[in-house]
């Protein structure tokens, strides 16, 4: 057999790859494993299947919003030392000085974590100063998507929610050439029907640009019935994030509603993820939790253990 004049090692051929040896267990590759790398023969057929796509973890910080609003530094150190990846932080943020968003995007990047996406009230999507304020509050943290936590009170029936979305699809312009995009995140109220029959997240998905992200709140959904897989399959690669709140029926006194932990509800866990990771366009998770019978750490620490434990699974 003629010699490859240009034979690769285990090291150059993991430079070339572009991977690690741990994410493709080459590094206990077999001689002739190796000699055919060598011979030019195709790695697929040698070499074990690729890992699925990571996809961040992180947090929606009203989970833990009594810590944060005690200490928001042992915050962030507590849920980055418990495994989480990414935090949220939600309307409060807004009321910083760059300043001191400055000081907390050190400690996150001191941290490991990264800030991806903010709840917002409206304000933050009015133009002028709000918005400016916004912008630039954002572009300190990294973060990529701005999201409406919720409709102004004065949101009721169709015309209210074809205002909205006008004004969320002028914002959503405005924001895209600073490196930022708009989004809305659903309760339960937006799974009730409008005039004739048509939910308003139907609404707001279909009076909005593809750019717009749908922020799919899990519980909320399934509580209000409503299939989340088919709506997550009815919006292909709009539902850019996740919030993993889980839901069971009964009440907060039993420890069911939004009170059990993720994994512990109703969720249709394997089929939700399937289709978000498939179809949705989703980069990357946030446990939420309203609170539950354990403290905000603990209950943060065992919804990531859950997660975790699922995605092993």
Not at 118 to 125: G, L, P, V, Y
Request: contains cysteine; glycine residues 8%.
């Amino acid at each position: 057999m003629k010699k490859n004049p240009n034979p690769l090692s285990r090291r150059d051929f993991l430079a070339v790859a572009g991977v690690s040896a741990a994410g493709l267990a080459a590094a206990n590759l077999t001689d002739s494993a190796w000699a055919a790398l060598a011979t030019n023969k195709t790695a697929a057929a040698i070499l074990p299947m690729k890992s699925p796509k990571p996809y961040p973890i992180g947090l929606e910080l009203y989970s833990v919003r009594n810590e944060l609003a005690r200490d928001l530094p042992n915050t962030l150190r507590t849920v980055a030392k418990q495994g989480y990846q990414v935090v949220e932080f939600y309307a409060p943020y807004f009321h910083w000085t760059p300043a001191y968003a400055k000081e907390v995007r050190a400690l996150l990047e001191e941290l490991g974590l990264r800030c991806l996406s903010t709840h917002n009230n409206f304000e933050s999507f009015l133009p002028g100063h709000s918005m400016d304020k916004a912008i630039e509050l954002n572009q300190i943290l990294g973060v990529r998507y701005l999201i409406l936590a919720g409709a102004p009170a004065e949101t009721k029936e169709l015309a209210g929610w074809k205002k909205l979305c006008e004004q969320l699809s002028v914002a959503s312009a405005q924001l895209q050439p600073h490196g930022l995009a708009a989004g809305f995140h659903n309760h339960g109220m937006e799974w009730v029907k409008l005039a004739g029959d048509q939910r308003i997240m139907d609404f707001i998905a279909a009076n909005t640009t593809k750019e717009f992200v749908l922020q799919l709140d899990v519980g909320t959904c399934v509580e209000a019935g409503v299939d989340p897989v088919a709506w997550i399959k009815a919006n292909p690669g709009r539902i850019k994030i996740a919030h993993l709140k889980d839901w069971a029926p009964g009440s907060a006194a039993e420890e069911k509603g939004y009170r059990v932990l993720f994994g512990e509800g109703a969720s249709p866990w394997a089929a939700i993820t399937a289709a978000l990771e498939s179809v949705g366009g989703v980069e990357f998770y946030l446990l939420e939790q309203e609170g539950s019978r354990f403290s905000e750490f603990e209950t943060a620490q065992r919804c990531l253990a859950a997660w975790k434990k699922f995605r092993l699974t």
